[in-house]
């Protein structure tokens, strides 16, 4: 009674003597009918006969067939499921640096946190197998930052996926039932039972989704690598692959990846002498060589590497009028090509400020001297750092005149003369004129709430800190920033336009019919199209672009509120005929 009926033990049992050949492949081929005619089931404690209620649950549950879509959702799930595993997400190169994968499955993003673009190519069958390796080989050419994965699919994948998603549906649809008070006894135990069935179908399905993985090709700028000389388990082929590959994508890292402890470039700033620092400041193994000894003394080393790097980019973008954050700068030194950490980061500018080879602003003042402790600040708190401003200092030559003269030109449509004086004084006089502006805006949309305060509140501050600015300083935020100045004063111009007593009713409808008609409406099976309706006024209602869109969330709105007077007038009439 207690022994589990599986194929080899019903073989066992039915064995007709010893000298018998094996009738396993019989019994299991038996076994597969009686189950295909609902008869059977295989469950955790063996084949087991089936009731006449449980022969009603197969028969429903049979019925249900996954959509492309459906397929493509579950195996987006055990995929992201499968790479969130610790060992695989573990991994460090060179034992400097973890590296997880920016995962996508088919096209579809399913996991952004990480810095290796993967991109799975899932191969149907092994005849399909071929084309898409041919596929994945041309991308990887076209796509040189990118690696692709190639899985193919067996047919108990398939099966197991449509298991699966049998499974979610009738737990999910009686699960319901019960939460009403309708389910019945027997149904009751058919759900345990399909919960148990379930979980059996969900681990057998990441297991062969594992090993189909860990059996697949890889192509990276038309090169390819089987799985079979990477390594024997997911984890080992995955790290051989980032090994592959992370030098060609971040051929610079081992230039800035150091371990930090994260005040390094405070304390660098602090700092009475360069003497007695971390062995990570000198040259060396472990060091950046960030100082260097000139006249017996050690001074900021700005030919050093990293700080050639990174003012090589702060000079690029200052010539185009880009102004550059801390958030850029990290963006763009812990993406694709360097991938260094943040501290490493903070580190190089508080090093270029304290050589004078950069300035900071933060909150709209600007700051040369390291010794000034404000300056100080954007170096002790992340947030801060990534809103501050940073900027190549250099001579106010007749280049530097030129371009804060054609900038202002872009911006007001008005001539200045070239001059530092004229210049500055006509900047002030626009910062003036914009602040006066900005104050009841601000003040606005912080009473209504609205997104994109954070935007116009900083560019107050930016104006106002023009304001304080002395004349050499005024000139060259203009030739530097003049560009951005430019967008964030007709976007606050936009912004202002838009913001009508119209549009402010507008909005205060939008949020109403978002925050309170749709939670009805959701509970009430809406259709897709108002259900991507409701998707699309929630992004817009955030969006600091929201005044770009005030046509789109009128109509969306108009829809909504439509909707909910349809379903209260149909629940109406609902009652009216009891």
Known sequence: KDLPRTVHNLSVVLHPSVEAESIQKDVEAALKQL?????IRDTEEGYKLLSAQEKTWDTQRNALEPKPADRNRILREFFRNIFADPKIKSYKYSNMKPFRAVLWVEG??????????????????????????????ESSLSNSQEVYWVVTFSEEIHQHVQEAFRSREMVSNFERHAAQGKLTPEEASC????????DRYQR??????SDALKSGSGFFRGVQKDSSVLGQSLPDVLAKLFDWIIPDLYPKLEMGIRPLKGTEARDFLMAVNLNGLSPVFYDGDNGLNLVTKQGGKFVPNLAADVCREILAYLLREHKYGNKVTGKMLESHFQGLGYGWDGAVIHLVLAVLLRGGAVEVTHQGRKYRNYNDPACREPFANVPKFRAASFAPREPIDLRILADAARNFEEITGKEVEIEEGDIAEAFKTLAHEDREKLLPLVAGMRALKLPGLEFIENHLQTVEGILDMPADDCVRTLAGEGKSYKEARLRAARLAEALTDDSIELMKKAHQALNDLWPVLAGHEPTVELRKLSEELSEQLESDQFFESLEAIKQATAAMLQAYRNLYEGIHQRRAAL
């Open 204 to 209: 057998e399905l990441r297991t062969r989704l």
């Open 108 to 137: 579809e993003l399913v996991e952004s946190d990480g810095q290796v673009p993967l991109k799975l190519l899932l191969a149907q069958d092994t005849d399909d197998f071929p084309l898409r390796c041919a596929e994945a080989r």
């Open 191 to 198: 759900l345990a039972e399909e919960k148990m069935r379930q």
């Open 35 to 39: 189950e295909k005619a609902q008869i």
